[in-house]
Structures are given as C-alpha cells and as structure tokens.
C-alpha cells in the first residue's frame, strides 16, 4: 500500500507555472504507475498525465500535452507536475494518484491509490 500527499498548488496568473509534488511513503514506490487528475467544480474528473514505474513511458491529455510535464524521482519516492502556460481552465484541485500494473493506465479508474488533493487557481 501506497500513502500520497500533494503539494505546491496555489494562485497564479495566466500563462505562469507551478510545480505540483506528490511525496509517496513506503518503499515500493518506485514498483508504481503515477498519474495527476484534476476536478474543477461541477466537471467531471479529468485525467492529464501519467508516468510508468520506470519513467519510459508517458500519458498526456489534450488538454495539457506541450505545457504540462510529469516526471518522477523514485529515490526522493516523489512525482511532478510541471505545468507551464497555465489558463483559467486549468483552475482545479489536482490529485496524485498510483497503481500497479503492467501498463500505466489513462482513466483515474484505473488508480487504486489517491492523494488528498492540493488547490491550483488560475487568474485571468
């Protein structure tokens, strides 16, 4: 089992960056698939990133592919968001998620474990 807690949202302009990091306990981590979703107030759950255990293989939404970036350092047990060009839009709560398997996994169903959430607001 895997415990996830989300940092580093926040309140940023638009077209800023922020880093999200998501600090995994255990040591198995590195054993896991990562990913980041994000819910804005009545939307759905959108999925925007993932990257396998060994981080060769990456998932972008649509939405997000060119200005978002994950990566992983399995010996700090941490994963990234790195989103720049940020839009109004992309104002959410994004979550930190992680699964086992043998491929990464693109829908939030597929994650077994979840972190809390951390807040990011993007102003106009």
């Known amino acids: 089992q895997v415990q996830l807690v989300e940092s580093g949202g926040g309140l940023v302009q638009a077209g800023g960056s922020l880093r999200l990091s998501c600090a995994a306990s255990?040591?198995?981590?590195?054993?896991?698939?990562m990913g980041w979703s994000r819910q804005a107030p009545g939307k759905e759950r959108e999925f925007v990133a993932a990257?396998?255990?060994?981080?060769?293989?990456?998932y972008y939404a649509d939405s997000v592919k060119g200005r978002f970036t994950i990566s992983r350092d399995n010996a700090k047990n941490t994963v990234y968001l790195q989103m720049n060009s940020l839009k109004p839009e992309d104002t959410a709560v994004y979550y930190c998620?992680?699964?086992?398997?043998?491929?990464?996994?693109?829908?939030?169903?597929?994650?077994?474990?979840w972190g809390q959430g951390t807040q990011v607001t993007v102003s106009s």
């Open positions: 990257m396998s255990w060994s981080g060769g293989s990456t």
């Open positions: 998620a992680a699964r086992r398997g043998l491929w990464i996994g693109v829908r939030s169903g597929e994650y077994d474990y």
């Open positions: 255990g040591r198995t981590f590195s054993r896991y698939h």
